[in-house]
């Protein structure tokens, strides 16, 4: 198949046939990133803006490498130096860049729905790089993308995604990723950061870590969003560490070879201990990795690309 969205939005409203294309044009795109000389020609001439209202060092950066690699010109708009502190809003800003010529914007932004009414704005295609608690969907591409290369498929895997599931854009994308292409996904955290209506999303929710990780073949630990917090959500760091923090002897309830994920920037000690962030089973900086690539295979796609072979 063909990809023929203008924008990517978020992964509720992507089939299972629109994931697995993307999945299946990351691996070439690894490839690239694997090479001595990191570029190819495949989006020269296309132009691609990074508009952040959020601080971002993964997601900015792996998108700015990924449009680089594939040779497209790339430029980062600083908010906190432009127009935008003037008071210029969203759309304005967006009908600038979109006159100047973009082909595509990668937005970031603190209100859910920003990316949704940029793209009903502009003529260039947009990418959601994160929308306040809304979704994250590169984010989860690249999570169910680490998932497949390690284990070989995503169906019938038990997936646990625990932490703070109530601010997580990123658990958004992984539930509505996973669960179309059939892993049987549980969640856990504090009953305080557990949103409404998880279970109609199609996830068994638990109230003990320890239930939710026995048997589980992946382990993908949240962060603790403080900045997004309201005060009285859990008594303190130390002791949402000693209940469902992430250690070694919660880990081994899990399956022998379960891999161990985290989206970054990691509380180290609060919601997965240093041992097991470093350890065998851990994936965390593969992620980054296969994040750079995503973002490839998406910028490519959202430019007009299909299943084609790497350029030599």
């Known amino acids: 198949?063909?990809?023929?969205?203008?924008?990517?939005?978020?992964?509720?409203?992507?089939?299972?046939?629109?994931?697995?294309?993307?999945?299946?044009?990351?691996?070439?795109?690894?490839?690239?990133?694997?090479?001595?000389?990191?570029k190819v020609?495949?989006?020269?001439?296309?132009?691609?803006?990074?508009?952040?209202?959020?601080?971002?060092?993964?997601?900015?950066?792996?998108?700015?490498?990924?449009?680089?690699?594939?040779?497209?010109?790339?430029?980062?708009?600083?908010?906190?130096?432009?127009?935008?502190v003037k008071g210029e809003s969203l759309i304005d800003t967006g009908k600038t860049i979109d006159v100047m010529g973009a082909d595509i914007v990668v937005i970031r932004h603190q209100a859910s729905g920003a990316p949704l009414l940029l793209s009903q704005n502009i003529k260039a295609s947009v990418v959601n790089a994160g929308d306040g608690?809304?979704?994250?969907?590169?984010?989860?591409?690249?999570?169910?993308f680490t998932i497949r290369e390690k284990k070989g498929t995503i169906q019938g895997l038990t997936v646990t995604i625990l932490g703070d599931v109530l601010h997580s854009r990123v658990a958004r994308?992984?539930?509505w990723g996973l669960t179309k292409l059939g892993a049987k996904v549980r969640v856990a955290?504090?009953?305080?950061?557990?949103?409404?209506?998880?279970?109609?999303?199609?996830?068994?929710?638990?109230?003990?870590?320890?239930?939710?990780?026995?048997?589980?073949?992946?382990?993908?630990?949240?962060?603790?969003?403080?900045?997004?917090?309201?005060?009285?959500?859990?008594?303190?760091?130390?002791?949402?560490a000693r209940l469902f923090g992430l250690n070694q002897a919660r880990l081994a309830l899990a399956q022998p070879d379960a891999l161990v994920l985290h989206p970054g920037p990691m509380n180290r000690g609060v919601e997965i201990s240093p041992e097991v962030a470093d350890g065998p089973q851990s994936v965390i900086t593969e992620q980054v990795t296969n994040g750079v690539a995503v973002r490839m295979a998406v910028l490519y796609l959202m430019a007009g690309g299909g299943l084609v072979d790497v350029p030599r």
């Open 189 to 240: 955290g504090p009953s305080t950061l557990m949103p409404p209506g998880l279970a109609e999303m199609g996830v068994e929710v638990f109230n003990r870590i320890e239930d939710a990780v026995a048997g589980a073949d992946v382990v993908n630990v949240l962060r603790i969003q403080l900045e997004r917090q309201q005060k009285g959500l859990f008594p303190t760091l130390r002791e949402y």
């Open 173 to 175: 994308s992984n539930i």
């Open 1 to 38: 198949m063909k990809w023929t969205r203008k924008d990517l939005l978020g992964l509720q409203d992507l089939s299972s046939d629109e994931i697995n294309l993307i999945l299946d044009q990351t691996a070439p795109m690894k490839d690239i990133i694997q090479r001595d000389i990191k």
């Open 133 to 144: 608690f809304h979704e994250h969907p590169t984010q989860g591409l690249l999570d169910m």
């Open 41 to 84: 020609p495949t989006l020269r001439g296309k132009s691609v803006i990074n508009l952040f209202y959020e601080p971002s060092t993964r997601t900015r950066t792996s998108f700015e490498l990924a449009g680089k690699y594939l040779s497209a010109d790339t430029s980062s708009l600083a908010v906190s130096t432009s127009s935008v």
